[in-house]
């Protein structure tokens, strides 16, 4: 009988590849400025020699090589893009992920934080939190953070968001240029206050903006709304139950969206024969042909892998804040066209 293999370690693998253990263990946590040459010289040893990282041992060292990642609506499809980048970049890094959500509020979402970290992961990834800045902060300051959707700066904690302002003037210039004047936005108004670095409050800011650049700041017209399916569909009727309803609307995101289009197909009213509708998110349903929805692009597995990036640094020591924006794109589909 034969003797079983005896399993590699990390003392072999920089023996291999002529470098370090400490070396070695940088590439093994995805450390802050490695550089390509040292990771790819060390990566061809570990898959010569076969070696597989100890979860358990890596725990013992202080790190649990796991990020919590909390959203506050699983229901959105747009965060299972934004989930992706994530995942992916993180099992590049050596890290797994573990999400939870809480979408009844404030109290629940601390709960849950508290949960992932008693659980000691390494870091956290929050989806557009509920709470203020003064809440965030003290987040980060126990843990290194990461806010996805939020706009910052932080002082504790990184931010990563879609350039909002710029997204929403995309869509109103488009609308404009087709000839419509009439263009209602959806405001979400959620569980909590609406804080001026939510995406709810940038997108709205920039609707208003671009309404007035246009000339049109007489036509501005903010509608409180729910940014899910059924608010969309709520928000169809209240528009058309106007005296003079508008001729298009920015919904805000592509799931408000999916409902104004559910509840105008119901209702036998051509899109965009009689109404143009232009989501935000461009989750991966817009594209299907049966929807074709003209929507904003925000890159969500760019902006997950980024701020999956910027969370490893900030675990491997980096303090100083960092806000990121990534530019949108308008994608343009069936869904918006010149006014009757």
Do not use: C
């Not at 919590?68 to 965060?79: A, I």
């Not at 806010?147 to 869509?171: C, E, F, K, M, W």
């Amino acid at each position: 009988m034969t003797g079983q293999t005896k399993r590699a370690t990390i003392s072999d693998v920089a023996l291999h590849a002529g470098v370090s253990r400490a070396a070695v263990s940088k590439v093994l946590r995805g450390a802050y400025g490695v550089s390509d040459i040292m990771k790819t010289r060390v990566e061809t040893s570990m898959d010569a020699l076969g070696y597989r990282p100890s979860a358990l041992a890596r725990g013992m060292r202080g790190s649990s090589f796991t990020l919590g990642v909390f959203v506050v609506d699983l229901s959105n499809t747009f965060v299972s893009v934004l989930i992706e980048g994530i995942r992916t970049e993180a099992e590049l890094r050596g890290y797994q992920v573990f999400i939870g959500e809480a979408n009844r509020g404030l109290n629940q979402q601390q709960r849950m934080i508290e949960a992932m970290m008693d659980r000691k992961m390494d870091g956290l990834v929050l989806i557009a939190p509920f709470g203020t800045e003064e809440e965030l902060e003290k987040i980060g300051r126990s843990t290194p953070t990461v806010v996805l959707g939020r706009h910052g700066p932080g002082q504790n904690y990184d931010t990563v968001a879609s350039d909002d302002v710029a997204g929403s003037a995309l869509i109103v210039d488009h609308l404009v240029s087709l000839g419509h004047r009439r263009i209602t936005h959806l405001l979400h108004i959620g569980r909590e206050k609406n804080e001026s670095t939510m995406p709810q409050s940038v997108r709205a800011k920039g609707y208003v903006e671009a309404m007035v650049r246009n000339g049109l700041e007489g036509e501005v017209d903010l509608l409180e709304s729910r940014w899910s399916q059924e608010g969309g569909a709520v928000a169809a009727d209240q528009m058309l139950g106007r005296a003079a309803p508008p001729t298009a609307v920015h919904t805000g995101t592509d799931m408000a969206a999916f409902g104004v289009l559910a509840r105008f197909y119901d209702l036998g009213i051509p899109v965009p024969g009689d109404f143009s509708v232009v989501g935000y998110d461009n989750a991966l349903a817009a594209a299907l042909p049966q929807i074709a929805l003209t929507t904003v692009d925000q890159s969500g597995i760019e902006m997950g892998s980024i701020a999956t990036r910027l969370l490893v640094e900030r675990i491997e020591g980096r303090s100083e804040p960092v806000s990121t924006l990534v530019p949108p794109k308008l994608v343009i589909r069936k869904t918006s066209g010149p006014p009757r």
